[in-house]
């Protein structure tokens, strides 16, 4: 498991060859680690997050509690197709038809331009929360040139609340709610038995990935 001074290293290295840097979160509680580890090596390294405008209230009032107690650059993104050009014609919003569309259009599209503009991106998904991701590797080639770097990727649930614990971080006020994965509304539900971390974010789906770690896993100016 990469440790907090191999964490601190590399993001060092990556300074020194003067690469451009940035992270990404959704505000759940296994992402407080890797942002307060962030906030102890270099807390100048923006850090963005897409506002689908699906997000619980409570999500967004944790982004301010974390802001408050990290001190990082939270940056926003909003999808660059209104939510009145995502309806069918009998007025539903396409969540509720296309979902991976809503994904592409809500979450994966607003981040493109962020990859487009670094070289390195700082992601903390962990290899036992879904098939995808425990096929990554610490760091592999992303979307439009840029890196992408997993420094959680070999981490765990016990080793996150563990983290939590020991430096007396909040957690995302839902998770005592039941909520074991926090995304948009529409999709989210309560862990219920036979769902999974990943299965309840995407309740009713046979689907645990909006995108964002499938379609900018690979350098897509490279493919045909």
Known sequence: MPSFEQFRDRVHAFR?????????????????????????????VPVYYVNTGYLFPETLRF?????????????GLRPLVPKS????????????????RCSYLNKVQPMERVLAEHDVWINGVRADQSAARKAMSIEQPAAYGCLRYHPMLDWNAKMVHAYIKEHDLPPH?????????????????????????????????????????TDLGADLTKQP
């Open 16 to 44: 020194k060859e003067g690469k451009k840097l940035f992270a990404s979160t959704s505000f759940q509680s296994h992402s407080v680690p890797m942002l307060h580890m962030l906030m102890r090596i270099d807390p100048t």
């Open 63 to 75: 982004r301010d509690t974390l802001k408050e107690l990290l001190g990082l650059n939270f940056i």
């Open 85 to 100: 050009q995502q309806l069918n014609a009998e007025g539903a919003l396409m969540y509720s038809w296309d979902p991976d």
């Open 173 to 213: 006020p839902l998770e005592a709610e039941g909520y074991l994965s926090i995304g948009d509304m529409p999709y989210t539900r309560k862990a219920m038995e036979g769902y999974d971390e990943r299965t309840s974010r995407w309740y009713g789906l046979k689907k645990t990935e909006c995108g964002l770690n």
